[in-house]
């Protein structure tokens, strides 16, 4: 498969109706039992988290999982992803599950990778600023640890899909079985070199101290304080939008049914 060639400088490919999005997800999580906790108001939008827990409750869950998207408001694969999986209503059983489906739906609007103040909230984790991201840090900061965090993403440069691990204590990975899932219904990267990281076979293990880092995203603040194991999922924006949905559905499937690792 080509890509479509469409993305030029940014990308430029399928924008959503985010409110249409949005209540969707509302109605799919409330049909399905999803207890939902807005964190902030944007003035037109309310940012939320969902949670679940394992069915039947009580139970004790076998893993705490974490998975978020549309931090980036020109990445609309993610959003999607998570209402294709709300609807499915296909999660494993033995899960406590907690999501934050769109974190910058002012940016979805704009097609814009920042929020509407020209900030890209996806950097702003080791010193909060944004109040998105404040107020985001006050909610995980109620929440306990999470044993998986799923990040959803998209990159317009990108020649297929690709994922970022964070294992830093060496756990069964997750990344090949997600590679070798997306396969069936999306490209790829294979390149020697993603974002200017060395990467195999659509795996970047980069050795990040996160303190060397001033620019933290999401996935530097959750490595830090909430989690030992995450993985950023990167769609790849310049195939049809429904492909890159299957990619990511695939790919959070594919790790939560392995999940748990003894
Ligand atoms: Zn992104």
New binding site residues.
């Given amino acids: 498969m080509q890509r479509l060639g469409k993305n030029v400088g940014s990308y430029l490919g399928e924008t959503i109706d985010v409110h249409a999005v949005l209540r969707d997800i509302d109605t799919a999580a409330a049909f399905h039992g999803w207890t939902k906790e807005p964190f902030y108001d944007t003035g037109e939008f309310r940012l939320f988290g969902l949670h679940r827990t394992p069915d039947p409750t009580p139970q004790a869950p076998d893993a705490k999982v974490y998975v978020s998207a549309g931090?980036?408001g020109?990445?609309p694969a993610?959003p999607l992803a998570i209402r294709r999986l709300l609807e499915q209503n296909d999660w494993p059983a033995n899960l406590e599950l907690w999501l934050c489906p769109c974190m910058n739906p002012v940016g979805f609007q704009l097609n814009s990778?920042t929020n509407a103040r020209g900030v890209d909230l996806?950097r702003g984790y080791l010193n909060p600023v944004a109040e998105e991201v404040l107020a985001h840090i006050a909610w995980l900061e109620r929440q306990p640890p999470f044993d998986l965090c799923l990040?959803l993403?998209?990159?317009w440069e990108s020649h297929g899909f690709y994922l970022y691990e964070q294992n830093p204590d060496g756990k069964p990975s997750f990344a090949e079985a997600m590679i070798e899932a997306v396969e069936k219904v999306c490209p790829i990267d294979r390149s020697e070199l993603i974002d200017g990281r060395p990467a195999k076979g659509g795996i970047l293990r980069p050795n990040i101290k996160p303190q060397d880092r001033p620019d933290w995203p999401e996935a530097l603040y959750l490595i830090s304080h909430k989690t030992r194991q995450s993985y950023?999922l990167?769609a790849p924006s310049d195939f049809p939008l429904p492909l890159r949905v299957n990619a990511l559905v695939s790919a959070v499937n594919t790790a939560l049914k392995r999940l748990p690792v003894r």
């Fill in positions: 931090i980036h020109d990445e993610g990778r996806n990040m993403h998209e990159d950023t990167e």
